[in-house]
């Protein structure tokens, strides 16, 4: 469990103010400016996702903990919420070629882990409320 961080209703609405928190950390952790910028599309995704997922779809109404912490040489982000739980183990990971296909004939979803798992691993999602992806 994340013992500080910040809490943010589990709603779209709090995108935006998840992605300037990200945002700040990185920076005064001094990475790069694409750095930042791939952090904060990583972020916005999974928040995302717990939002829409965990929360929205599954009739659900919580809120959403985001942490920062630097642990050797990473940047380590962690998301947690007590929405809808998800673990990857149990989904198929999109191969590159499904990506070829025209966005009107692809199926829907499987973006995010495609993107998400190489960084953060299957071991990442330790615990039902616990995500953590490193940068």
């Excluded at 990473?74 to 673990?87: C, R, S, T």
């Excluded at 004939?105 to 616990?130: F, N, Q, V």
Aim: glycine letters at 10%; hydrophobic letters at 35%.
């Amino acid at each position: 469990m994340l013992r500080t961080g910040l809490r943010f209703r589990g709603t779209l609405d709090a995108l935006a103010p998840i992605r300037k928190y990200v945002e700040a950390v990185a920076q005064s952790a001094h990475l790069e400016r694409s750095a930042v910028y791939r952090l904060c599309l990583a972020v916005d995704e999974i928040a995302t996702n717990i939002v829409v997922h965990g929360y929205e779809e599954a009739g659900l109404e919580g809120d959403l903990k985001v942490g920062a912490s630097v642990e050797g040489d990473n940047l380590v982000i962690q998301l947690e919420d007590h929405g809808k739980p998800y673990d990857p183990n149990f989904h198929n990971v999109p191969e590159v070629k499904d990506f070829s296909h025209a966005l009107e004939s692809r199926k829907m979803g499987g973006l995010g882990i495609y993107w998400h798992l190489p960084r953060a691993g299957r071991s990442g999602w330790k615990e039902r409320y616990y995500a953590t992806y490193c940068h």
